[in-house]
């Protein structure tokens, strides 16, 4: 059964043990408040599944994109509507992180900045071949990574030399370069086969019969750098919110 | 001590002089002076460095001679705290400086000169001749700086196998094909036309773990922008 999640943006269905979601139409599936909010719906409702044994979660995304980062259109250089949708998406985050089942990103198109910190948000990515890119594009664009990024980036690939190359020189990854590097598990021809790979490999994990409750809670251990980052993140943001307001 | 000069878009940053560069106050401070003139470029599109030397030495590390020619032991203990301050504060400048940087390593590089080697973003070196060695010497903070959790056992390491271990980005015939591929990747880092400050800040930012050990304080030097000098 398929659930519209929010004005369109993702649908969420189940099939067999596992759940997909996607993120619909041809667009660049921009990380907007109502996008986000869409996903973290869809989350929540996941939440509110029986957790033993857990089920697996499949994130991926019609069209040319996975997704291409903050809506900056939509936030035309208010720092309050960037401010937003970067709060918003640190929730996001901290909603990934404690979901009670395995999560895999079937990344069929290009993910780039926020976009591509939405794929490593999940304990698998899988990728298309020859076309798409993980992209951190915020030295191109002349923007600072949030230290919460690079918190992930680090749990998610152990190589330092990765990481700089990832940051410091805006690199543009191929899947196979990806996986190369670790931070992809495995690539694929097609969107098709990408997709299918990971309900193979979401119906594996299914088999374990993992406590949902436990996995979840066993994977905020293994990212509580990251958890700490965003809280910090947060902290520091509302200090400049309240110093900002004082004068 | 050394000379700071442009080619085109880039800065090139020389260790002058046949002997060994060891760093003592007076070359640490002249390379400061140097960094500080760069940071008072315009910062967009960036420009980018590379550090290089003249001679069979990079740097051989700090002037032991002159921390041990002190009259007293005191004195000598006060030398050798200075001189390593003063280093971490060099490391400071260049891990805050406002565009790529690369080390041209056409020498020997031992202990602290291969630390200011790897202060840089992009570490070349000429594969012909010169070793980096690390000696067994307590050099006190500096083991923090060792990028990649790399911790260097082994006593002398060619430039081959320093590619090997991804210590060093590449190797090449000669010195000044060293050079030659260093001015190449300096171009097409400022091909890029990146932002200055926001490539420091974003190298701080995967840099931050170094920063705490050599005492840099976030706070003070503001990490949205605002100063990217060293408190040191």
Redesign the interface.
């Given at each position: 059964m398929r659930q519209k999640q929010g004005n369109q943006m993702c649908t969420l269905e189940k099939r067999g043990n596992i759940y997909i979601l996607t993120l619909t139409g041809s667009g660049e599936h921009r990380l907007n408040p109502t996008l986000i909010d869409s996903i973290r719906s869809a989350l929540r409702r996941l939440h509110a599944e029986p957790t033993s044994p857990c089920s697996a979660l499949i994130t991926t995304a019609h069209g040319k994109f996975f997704s291409n980062g903050f809506d900056l259109a939509w936030a035309q250089s208010s720092q309050q509507r960037l401010q937003l949708m970067d709060s918003k998406l640190k929730l996001l985050a901290s909603d990934f992180i404690s979901l009670p089942m395995p999560t895999i990103a079937a990344v069929t198109g290009h993910a780039s900045a926020a976009g591509m910190i939405l794929a490593l948000c999940h304990d698998y990515v899988l990728m298309k071949k020859d076309r798409g890119f993980l992209y951190m594009s915020e030295m191109d664009i002349r923007l600072v990574i949030p230290e919460w990024f690079m918190a992930l980036l680090k749990c998610k690939t152990g190589d330092p030399n990765v990481r700089r190359e990832v940051i410091m020189t805006a690199a543009k990854l191929t899947a196979e370069m990806a996986v190369v590097r670790g931070i992809v598990h495995s690539a694929h021809d097609s969107a098709e086969e990408t997709v299918d790979a990971a309900v193979r490999l979401g119906e594996e994990l299914v088999k374990r019969g993992w406590d949902g409750d436990v996995y979840g809670k066993n994977r905020m251990v293994l990212l509580s750098e990251v958890s700490k980052k965003i809280e910090l993140d947060h902290d520091t943001v509302e200090e400049e919110m309240k110093t900002k307001s004082k004068l | 001590m050394c000379t700071l000069e442009k080619q085109g878009n880039l800065y090139i940053l020389t260790l002058t002089g046949p002997g060994e560069h060891r760093l003592n106050p007076k070359l640490i401070d002249s390379i400061q002076s140097a960094l500080r003139l760069l940071r008072d470029q315009p910062l967009?599109p960036s420009s980018a460095l590379i550090t290089t030397a003249h001679g069979k030495f990079f740097c051989n590390g700090y002037d032991l001679a002159w921390g041990q020619s002190a009259s007293s032991a005191p004195i000598t203990q006060s030398r050798f705290q200075l001189m390593s301050l003063k280093f971490r504060s060099l490391i400071s400048d260049l891990i805050s400086l406002p565009m790529?940087t690369i080390a041209a390593v056409t020498g020997h590089s031992s202990t602290a000169g291969f630390m200011l080697a790897l202060g840089h973003?992009y570490v070349l070196m000429r594969k012909d001749r010169g070793f980096i060695y690390m000696s067994e010497l307590d050099i006190g903070c500096d083991s923090c700086l060792v990028?990649?959790?790399v911790v260097l056992t082994a006593a002398k390491l060619t430039a081959e196998m320093a590619v090997e271990r991804?210590i060093v980005h590449s190797a090449h015939e000669s010195a000044q094909a060293t050079v030659e591929a260093a001015v190449g990747l300096g171009n097409e880092l400022v091909r890029?036309k990146?932002?200055g400050r926001?490539?420091a800040?974003?190298?701080l930012?995967?840099l931050?773990e170094v920063l705490d050990k050599i005492g840099f304080d976030e706070t003070v030097e503001g990490?949205?922008?605002d100063s990217t000098k060293s408190k040191l």
């Amino acid at each position: 059964m398929r659930q519209k999640q929010g004005n369109q943006m993702c649908t969420l269905e189940k099939r067999g043990n596992i759940y997909i979601l996607t993120l619909t139409g041809s667009g660049e599936h921009r990380l907007n408040p109502t996008l986000i909010d869409s996903i973290r719906s869809a989350l929540r409702r996941l939440h509110a599944e029986p957790t033993s044994p857990c089920s697996a979660l499949i994130t991926t995304a019609h069209g040319k994109f996975f997704s291409n980062g903050f809506d900056l259109a939509w936030a035309q250089s208010s720092q309050q509507r960037l401010q937003l949708m970067d709060s918003k998406l640190k929730l996001l985050a901290s909603d990934f992180i404690s979901l009670p089942m395995p999560t895999i990103a079937a990344v069929t198109g290009h993910a780039s900045a926020a976009g591509m910190i939405l794929a490593l948000c999940h304990d698998y990515v899988l990728m298309k071949k020859d076309r798409g890119f993980l992209y951190m594009s915020e030295m191109d664009i002349r923007l600072v990574i949030p230290e919460w990024f690079m918190a992930l980036l680090k749990c998610k690939t152990g190589d330092p030399n990765v990481r700089r190359e990832v940051i410091m020189t805006a690199a543009k990854l191929t899947a196979e370069m990806a996986v190369v590097r670790g931070i992809v598990h495995s690539a694929h021809d097609s969107a098709e086969e990408t997709v299918d790979a990971a309900v193979r490999l979401g119906e594996e994990l299914v088999k374990r019969g993992w406590d949902g409750d436990v996995y979840g809670k066993n994977r905020m251990v293994l990212l509580s750098e990251v958890s700490k980052k965003i809280e910090l993140d947060h902290d520091t943001v509302e200090e400049e919110m309240k110093t900002k307001s004082k004068l | 001590m050394c000379t700071l000069e442009k080619q085109g878009n880039l800065y090139i940053l020389t260790l002058t002089g046949p002997g060994e560069h060891r760093l003592n106050p007076k070359l640490i401070d002249s390379i400061q002076s140097a960094l500080r003139l760069l940071r008072d470029q315009p910062l967009y599109p960036s420009s980018a460095l590379i550090t290089t030397a003249h001679g069979k030495f990079f740097c051989n590390g700090y002037d032991l001679a002159w921390g041990q020619s002190a009259s007293s032991a005191p004195i000598t203990q006060s030398r050798f705290q200075l001189m390593s301050l003063k280093f971490r504060s060099l490391i400071s400048d260049l891990i805050s400086l406002p565009m790529p940087t690369i080390a041209a390593v056409t020498g020997h590089s031992s202990t602290a000169g291969f630390m200011l080697a790897l202060g840089h973003d992009y570490v070349l070196m000429r594969k012909d001749r010169g070793f980096i060695y690390m000696s067994e010497l307590d050099i006190g903070c500096d083991s923090c700086l060792v990028y990649g959790d790399v911790v260097l056992t082994a006593a002398k390491l060619t430039a081959e196998m320093a590619v090997e271990r991804r210590i060093v980005h590449s190797a090449h015939e000669s010195a000044q094909a060293t050079v030659e591929a260093a001015v190449g990747l300096g171009n097409e880092l400022v091909r890029r036309k990146w932002d200055g400050r926001v490539y420091a800040n974003n190298r701080l930012v995967v840099l931050g773990e170094v920063l705490d050990k050599i005492g840099f304080d976030e706070t003070v030097e503001g990490q949205n922008g605002d100063s990217t000098k060293s408190k040191l």
